[in-house]
Each structure stands twice: as C-alpha cells, then as structure tokens.
Nanobody
Framework: QVQLVESGGGLVQPGGSLRLSCAAS????????MRWYRQAPGKQRELVAD???????NYVDSVKGRFTISRDNAKNTVYLQMNSLKPEDTAVYYC??????????????WGQGTQVTVSS
C-alpha cells in the first residue's frame, strides 16, 4: 500500500516562509509527476506547482517567483518552498503523485493535506 505523508504546514506571518514536504512510501517502483495542490475555504482545489521526473517544473501564476517545487528521487519526496507568503496563500495544501507500484500499475495518489495559515 502506498502512502503520501505531508509535513511542514503551520501559522506564519505575511512575508514569512514555510517549507512543505511530502514523502511517498510503500511498494513503489517509480514516480512520474509530483504535484502540490491547495484548497482554500469555499474555493475549488487548484494546482499550485508540479514537477516531472526529469525536473521540469510549472507554477500557477499567483505563486511564480515566490514558491519553488523540488524533489529528491532517492527519498521519494517532493518539497514546496514558499517565500513571501500572503494571506491569500492560506489553504490546505495537498501532495499528489502519479506512480507505479509493484502490484497496481500506474495510479494517482493523494496525501492527507497540511494546513497553511498566513496571518498577522
């Protein structure tokens, strides 16, 4: 069974920084794309950033220049470095990964989410 476990969320003042981590574990053969989504109260879940297995990255316009997605393939872990945080970044952040397992082929998996609150 595959699990994605996020960590690093919390309360931070505007202008501050946080680093989210998401570690995948279980019967993993290979991980393709890894992504960070977020969902604010009353809003739809949106894709924040994604990173391909080769390292190519994409960002939603609202976080470009402030957030950086990266991954450590040896640790099956994806990170989201968030700088210059704004109140509008407040949301639950979810990790998502497309990965191959030893038993179920290619599937998409989600983490449980971690709360990020930006407030003074």
């Amino acid at each position: 069974q595959v699990q994605l476990v996020e960590s690093g969320g919390g309360l931070v003042q505007p202008g501050g920084s946080l680093r989210l981590s998401c570690a995948a574990s279980g019967s993993i053969r290979y991980i393709n794309d890894m992504r960070w989504y977020r969902q604010a109260p009353g809003k739809q879940r949106e894709l924040v950033a994604d990173i391909a297995d080769g390292g190519t990255t994409n960002y939603v316009d609202s976080v470009k220049g402030r957030f950086t997605i990266s991954r450590d393939n040896a640790k099956n872990t994806v990170y989201l470095q968030m700088n210059s945080l704004k109140p509008e970044d407040t949301a639950v952040y979810y990790c998502n990964a497309d990965l191959w397992t030893t038993t179920r082929g290619l599937r998409s998996y989600w983490g449980q989410g971690t709360q990020v609150t930006v407030s003074s």
